[in-house]
């Protein structure tokens, strides 16, 4: 149970088309609520977010909706202390606050993620989504900006060595973060630029689609503040392809 659902949270981080993986969940979490699994809600977590993703809840921010409430999920991981259930909900959670750029409710996951070290596997998944939480706290003046410009250090630090050893998985999001610091911290758009271009290029290319129409759509407002409205519209329509390829009805719907 615990290897199946290391594979189903994978899946979403990987850009695995959310239709596979609603069938995935859909089949097993009949059997492991029939086991009583305590890796049921971890499932739960991953099939709602999904379900928010393809439209079919009320706000997608919130893991509310036909397979679990978050409130009620909450808590039960403060009753059972399950860490690993923890960390997998808050990311989760960080994922779908960064799509829809909701950096309010993205930044006050961030101090519960670090609290502890994160699980290998999870920490892989969240280093990105956390580095461009910390960018835009910092290039908005929000909050500690000390804290929010190490974070964002030490993301780009994490990334840039996962990359190094295995660059099919994370160069682009490597690339990505380095696009988004050079844009809003360094105040280099020449490098911005072509960052954006080359994370773009490595995420289709890795198949990480979820991952490339995130960095379609920053392309986009990189080029909208740059004053180049043709290339913020046509780095737009590719954010709307590459989330409608990836299934998150949600997100093309606001875009």
Known sequence: FAAYVRIVIIHLF???RLEKIVGICRSSQPLLLEYNSMYADNTAVTFQTVLNLMGHSVNPVEITGEVMNANELE????KTKQPTAIQAYLIHRLLVAVIFRKFDVAAKLIKPLTREALKPDLEACAHLYM???AV???HEGNGEL???????LQSKERL???A?????NFSHSARLLSAEMANKLDDDPDRARSDYDEAIDLAGRHKYVHDQAIACELASLFHRAQLRPTQAEEYLQRARLHYGDWGACAKVDLL
Not at 164 to 168: E, G, L, R, S
């Open 14 to 16: 990987a850009g695995t």
């Open 136 to 138: 835009h706290m910092c």
């Open 164 to 168: 190094k050893n295995c660059p099919w």
């Open 131 to 133: 580095g461009l939480v």
């Open 146 to 152: 000390a804290e929010w410009q190490l974070l964002a």
């Open 75 to 78: 808590d039960h991981l403060a």
């Open 160 to 162: 840039d060595a996962y």
